[in-house]
């Protein structure tokens, strides 16, 4: 009964393909999985979300949407144009806490970076972690950039008390260039937090067979009520040259 919280430097850094990865890789443990999405912005109500597109990638998982608004724009944002009510830190917790009563593994993911907006008091993602308790597993890009905005994120978890499991990149390039490769030494030496594995480009367009057979290769996470760092491998690992 672990509570994963994943969040990411920024939006489109690959959150959703990290989690179906996390989400497979405890599936194919044998794990039960519930992936819960916080609030989904820029998706039509008769459209998949970030939820859906993990279920469909990693197979049986829970799925749980705690509130849907169209407008592709913080939940705090999006919320207030829609007239809607938003979704508070506590509900997330609420909600994951309950999931994890009936689930060995729950990813909650947030929606773009860890402080982007909820609700209008400025209740974040980072609440939910720390009323939760729950570690965070910060997705990256590989490339130049990568290293400022990990290196604030992690900042800011610390900051808060909050436990960072480490970090994934959530696009690893087939051709890497020098920063990507650099990258790889740099990236655990500014979040202070080993790099947990590297999704290759391009698999959240794999057939969900072959990304299911494929994920637990790319991390490793243990998963017996404990989130334990070093039981995450970055397998085939790229040569920094
Ligand atoms: N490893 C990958 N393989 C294939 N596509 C990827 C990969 N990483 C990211 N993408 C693509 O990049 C886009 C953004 O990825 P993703 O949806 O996972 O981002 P996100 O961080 O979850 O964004 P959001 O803040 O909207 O939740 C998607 O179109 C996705 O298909
Ligand atoms: C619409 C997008 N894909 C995400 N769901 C929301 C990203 C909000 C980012 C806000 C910001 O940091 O400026
Ligand atoms: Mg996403």
Not at 60 to 86: I, K
Not at 103 to 124: I, S, Y
Not at 179 to 201: F, K
Not at 208 to 224: E, G
């Amino acid at each position: 009964m672990t509570v994963l919280v994943i969040t990411g430097t920024g939006t489109e850094v690959g959150k959703t393909v990290v989690t179906a990865a996390v989400a497979a890789t405890a599936r194919a443990a044998g794990r039960s999985v519930a992936v819960l999405k916080a609030a989904q912005t820029g998706v039509r109500p008769d459209e998949p979300g970030d939820a859906a597109e993990v279920a469909r990638l990693a197979g049986a998982v829970t799925t749980a949407e705690l509130a849907r608004y169209p407008e592709p724009l913080a939940p705090a944002t999006a919320a207030r144009r829609a007239g809607r009510a938003p979704v508070h830190p506590h509900e997330v917790a609420e909600a994951a806490a309950k999931l994890a009563t009936e689930h060995d593994l729950v990813l909650v993911e947030g929606a773009g970076g860890l402080l982007v907006r909820f609700d209008a008091g400025g209740g974040t993602l980072a609440d939910a972690a720390g009323l939760l308790s729950a570690p965070v597993l910060v997705v990256a890009p590989a490339g130049l950039g990568t290293l400022n905005t990990t290196e604030l994120t992690a900042r800011e978890l610390r900051s808060r008390g909050l436990d960072l499991a480490g970090v994934v990149i959530g696009s690893w390039p087939t051709a890497p260039d020098l920063a990507a490769r650099c990258n790889l030494a740099d990236l655990p030496d500014v979040a202070g937090a080993p790099l947990l594995g590297a999704v290759p480009a391009g698999s959240g367009h794999l057939e969900p067979a072959a990304f299911r057979t494929a994920a637990p290769h790319w991390l490793a996470p243990r998963l017996d009520g404990t989130w334990d760092a070093e039981a995450f491998q970055v397998r085939e690992a790229p040569r920094v040259s």
